[in-house]
């Protein structure tokens, strides 16, 4: 299982772009952080998930 | 208004002083907001992504117009570098407004924190604007790390009440030599003014405008006041006098004998 934004996910061994398309996340609107580091955008397509990742997914949003 | 008078946050020039904020209200009126406001720079928050809201606030806001993601949800400088990052990679910048709070209830920037979080981020290239309690050794140790401005609280997040820390906002501005920048508090158009007319380099706003009930109107309000406020403190205020009164009108050629 994969830790996605705090929820387990059956994402193991699909690669980062793979998963963030069949979410349905905007790639160009998101920004990725596996296990702690930031995942370069360029990185999703060769990234693949392993058992016990964990990933946060994040956007913006309005705030002060 | 004099067009040398630019607003230089980490070598970039701004004619506006006035920043606005995008949250707490609806996507739709924040092109309307900025245009109104005359904001060059705006700022936002990061938050995990939602996939079941497609539209993007980058969609909503004009071109040219500078982001300033802030570290809201951090609770130390590690998490706040942590949402610096992010926002860079999210690919607007390196702008960024630190914001590091341990309670929930007032919502106070926790000033050691924020200035760890400067200095690491710094270093790290971006343009660091951090949000923090008006005192002033916090305000040198930010100058050291490297901050880009100082951004004073004027009384509590979304409060609207105005210039609550206001002379401890006034020693900021006659001893730091960075951008005084108010943020947070600031309620009323006519507290953005007097802010300004202290020296402040800009007003940030938010809450005032998403609680009004016309928020382009207001932002248009703001900006005036705002303006008002940096035109009289470039003339240079008035004196006061604390006793007695002193006449406008010549005191000579009285109609008596």
């Known amino acids: ?64 | 208004m004099n067009n040398d008078d630019k607003l230089i946050l980490g070598g970039h020039e701004f004619d506006s002083r006035f920043i606005l904020g995008s949250g707490k209200y609806s996507l739709k009126l924040i092109e309307a907001a900025v245009q109104h406001a005359g904001a060059q720079i705006i700022t936002l928050a990061v938050r995990r992504a939602n996939t079941k809201e497609q539209e993007s606030i980058l969609d909503h806001i004009p071109q040219g117009v500078t982001l300033l993601p802030n570290t809201s949800g951090a609770r130390t400088a590690e998490e706040a570098v942590r949402i610096a990052r992010l926002a860079r990679e999210l690919g607007c910048g390196d702008f960024v407004k630190i914001e590091i709070m341990k309670d929930s209830k007032y919502l106070l920037p926790d000033n050691a924190e924020t200035v760890k979080a400067t200095e690491t981020l710094a270093k790290e290239g971006f343009v660091v604007m951090p949000y923090m309690y008006p005192d002033l050794y916090t305000a040198r140790d930010l100058v050291n790390a490297g901050a880009a401005a100082v951004m004073p609280l004027a009384s509590p997040i979304g409060s609207n009440k105005g210039l609550a820390t206001k002379d401890f906002i006034q020693i900021l501005i006659d001893e730091i030599d960075l951008p005084i920048i108010v943020d947070a508090g600031i309620g009323r158009p006519s507290q953005a003014c007097e802010a300004m007319e202290m020296g402040a380099a800009a007003v940030m706003a938010n809450t005032a405008l998403a609680t009004a009930g016309d928020l382009p109107v207001m932002a248009k309000a703001f900006r005036q006041a705002i303006e008002a406020g940096r035109s009289a403190y470039l003339a240079g205020l008035g004196r006061v006098i604390t006793r007695g009164a002193s006449a406008s009108d010549p005191l000579t050629g009285f109609l008596r004998d």
């Open chain 1, 1 to 64: 299982m994969v830790k996605i934004n705090g929820e387990l996910t059956e994402a193991a061994g699909k690669t980062v772009e793979e998963y963030l398309s069949a979410a349905g996340y905007d790639k160009k609107r998101v920004a990725v952080e596996l296990n702690g580091e930031i995942l370069p955008k360029c990185a999703y397509a060769d990234t693949i998930f392993k058992d016990g990742d964990s990933a946060e997914v994040v956007s913006f949003v309005g705030g002060g």
